[in-house]
């Protein structure tokens, strides 16, 4: 199995986004459709602890990135999101971009995700790009050997494959956009095997 040489060995920064009213609603979201959707969530690893999701789009097969599906609440907030999106993975240029993945994580005071690496084969290819709505300055993201601290509305793709963590030592929630982004017309590693 083949990394995507595109893909960050680190972190790239992707600029500042401009974030709007989003930042309003998602602290909007009530505390029961957090608990729902948290409880139907497709992504269960035990490294994740008590961070809380609410995914919007996510993969059909954890083999595979190329085939995904909308979640009930992805209807919902599309023309809010999608413009943030945009915005962030307009650095790559791609002409035919993918978002296999996109969900929003949510991380009380005290939370920790445990240093793992995305090891599944659908982690291999896309780029993992998140934008911090709400962090506080106690927020540490550790990716080997380095932990960085990402400003509300930076969009950062960050290493996947390698090992990385997070801990939120401060006293307010970190919520962060979270996904993938691929190019659709740049051959795979799967293309190639076929």
Known sequence: MYPNPRKTTSIKELGQ????SLVDDI????????????????NRFETLD??????????KDMKDWREA?????WAEWRDRLEPVLRQATAPY??????????????M?????????????PSA???HKIHVPIVTNERVGFYISPTTYHFKQGEAVEVNNLGVHSVKNEGSTDRIHL???YYDTEQPSWQDSAA
């Open 17 to 20: 986004i401009e974030l709007g």
């Open 27 to 42: 602290l909007a979201i009530p505390e029961s459709v957090w608990d729902m959707e948290n409880a139907s969530k497709p």
């Open 50 to 59: 008590k961070t809380r999701h609410i995914v919007f789009r996510f993969i």
């Open 69 to 73: 599906y909308d979640r009930p609440l």
């Open 93 to 106: 240029g791609y002409a035919h971009g993918s978002f296999p993945r996109i969900m929003l994580a949510r």
């Open 108 to 120: 009380a005071p005290g939370g920790i995700i445990q240093p793992h690496r995305d090891n599944m």
């Open 124 to 126: 291999t290819w896309p």
């Open 178 to 180: 979270i996904f993938e």
